[in-house]
């Protein structure tokens, strides 16, 4: 088995990790995001390489510049650069992953938990960006690729990028080991889901060992979430108990918007798989701060952060 990953950040990086293990041939391709003509012919050619080493090759596309406060043109030039791939790669994979986002495109849903009989309904450019390339992948369905949407819930762990000021655990974490205040725009009462990012992994090569038992063209979607939800009340009283101190946080005035109150979810597709997310919050959290901590001895925070 071949397995291409696109997107080396937080997910790629330990999906590529988790299959090596499992004795996968894994592909990386360096992506000039910045230059979209050179960035496309860069995963087109690795495309083509995957396809040589082997016909039945697989694709997990971890990507994604893109946070909730990106700029709309910035992800519209994301989303262009993945409908222009789509269209393009020949010969499709057999099984393609894609990263989504169960946050950006359940915002504006109606009646937690939200599952995935619910209908997507995003409130902000970041999660109408998400849809938009989970709609554009019906291309690869056409060509016979099966096709695997994964709306996965708030992820976090070890590696995170700090300088995107995104991932309430990683953020925490960085308070705790820098004591600089955290500003907090959203309610203590806000209901999130947060699933470690090496159990993350090993769900999506369980997705795509059992995506390649099915006929071509078919298009699973599947939450990838622990179904445990988590106030950010008790998400600080955790890192109490992690940390033995309270983070340094302040409460501002929330934006409104796309920040929403209640944004629980489960996952009623292949939930024998969601074996894989196994990892409590506690021993999440202790790892990701000793990375966060780590990292700033090493002083790569100071170069991140300024």
């Given at each position: 088995m071949?397995?291409?990953?696109?997107?080396?950040?937080?997910?790629?990086?330990r999906v590529a990790a988790a299959a090596e293990a499992r004795g996968i041939v894994v592909l990386g391709v360096r992506v000039p995001w910045e230059e979209p003509a050179a960035a496309l012919d860069a995963l087109l050619?690795?495309?083509?390489?995957?396809?040589a080493e082997d016909p039945d090759w697989d694709l997990a596309?971890?990507?994604?510049?893109?946070?909730?406060?990106?700029?709309?043109?910035?992800?519209?030039?994301?989303?262009?650069?993945f409908r222009g791939f789509v269209s393009r790669v020949r010969p499709a994979p057999r099984t393609f992953f894609l990263s989504s986002s169960a946050g950006g495109l359940y915002a504006g849903s109606a009646g937690p938990p939200f599952t995935e009989a619910h209908e997507p309904r995003?409130?902000?450019?970041?999660?109408?960006?998400?849809?938009?390339?989970?709609?554009?992948?019906?291309?690869?369905?056409?060509?016979?690729?099966?096709?695997?949407?994964?709306?996965?819930a708030n992820l976090?762990?070890?590696?995170?990028?700090?300088?995107?000021?995104?991932?309430?655990?990683?953020?925490?974490?960085?308070?705790?080991?820098?004591?600089?205040?955290?500003?907090?725009?959203?309610?203590?009462?806000?209901?999130?889901?947060?699933?470690?990012?090496?159990?993350?992994?090993?769900?999506?090569?369980?997705?795509?060992?059992?995506?390649?038992?099915?006929?071509p063209g078919s298009i699973v979607v599947k939450i990838l979430a622990s179904g445990t939800p988590t106030s950010v009340a008790v998400l600080v009283d955790a890192c109490v108990r992690a940390f033995r101190r309270r983070p340094h946080v302040v409460q501002c005035a929330t934006t409104g918007g796309a920040q929403v109150l209640d944004l629980r979810l489960r996952s009623g597709v292949w939930p024998d798989l969601d074996a894989a997310l196994h990892t409590p919050l506690?021993?999440?959290?202790?790892?990701?701060?000793?990375?966060?901590?780590?990292?700033?001895?090493?002083g790569e925070l100071a170069r991140q952060l300024g």
């Open positions: 071949t397995l291409l990953v696109v997107g080396r950040g937080l997910l790629g990086t050619a690795a495309a083509a390489s995957a396809a596309w971890c990507a994604g510049a893109g946070v909730v406060a990106t700029a709309e043109e910035d992800l519209a030039a994301e989303v262009a650069l995003p409130l902000a450019p970041y999660g109408r960006a998400k849809l938009a390339m989970e709609e554009a992948s019906d291309e690869l369905a056409a060509a016979g690729t099966r096709v695997l949407l994964g709306r996965i976090y762990g070890p590696g995170q990028d700090l300088e995107k000021q995104q991932g309430l655990i990683s953020q925490l974490c960085l308070t705790h080991v820098t004591g600089r205040p955290l500003r907090l725009y959203v309610s203590f009462d806000s209901l999130r889901d947060y699933v470690y990012v090496d159990d993350a992994a090993d769900l999506v090569l369980a997705m795509l060992a059992r995506g390649a038992t099915l006929e506690l021993v999440g959290l202790r790892a990701t701060a000793d990375d966060v901590e780590a990292r700033h001895r090493a």
